[in-house]
Nanobody
Framework: QVQLVESGGGLVQAGGSLRLSCAASGRTFSDYVMSWFRQAPGKEREFVVAISRSGGNTGYVDSVKGRFTISRDDVKNSVSLQMNSLKPEDTGVYYC????????????????????WGQGTQVTVSS
């Protein structure tokens, strides 16, 4: 098993930046595909971004391309999400998720593919 703890959320004005972090403990971090999902009030949880085990492949939802950047540090057992040019529609609870896989280049966009989840961190972007 792996335990995930997110941090870095907060309140920011539109156009501002935040950096989210997800610290992992438990099994070998480099065995896991990592991702970020978010859930806005009254809406379903949606995929934001994922990164493969190697870090060489990433996938972003169209609405955040060019503004968000995911990165992983297998020494520190963490994954980060740098969010720039934030918009009010980015508001929501952001969740870190993990899934173990043998393929070092694959990543997943569906929440059902992930086995482990953090508790979430709130991001609020004011207009």
């Amino acid at each position: 098993q792996v335990q995930l703890v997110e941090s870095g959320g907060g309140l920011v004005q539109a156009g501002g930046s935040l950096r989210l972090s997800c610290a992992a403990s438990g099994r070998t971090f480099s065995d896991y595909v990592m991702s970020w999902f978010r859930q806005a009030p009254g809406k379903e949880r949606e995929f934001v971004v994922a990164i493969s085990r190697s870090g060489g492949n990433t996938g972003y939802v169209d609405s955040v391309k060019g503004r968000f950047t995911i990165s992983r540090d297998d020494v520190k057992n963490s994954v980060s999400l740098q969010m720039n040019s934030l918009k009010p529609e980015d508001t929501g609870v952001y969740y870190c998720a993990a899934r173990a896989t043998r393929d070092s280049e694959i990543f997943y966009r569906w929440s059902s593919h992930y086995d482990y989840w953090g508790q979430g961190t709130q991001v609020t972007v004011s207009s």
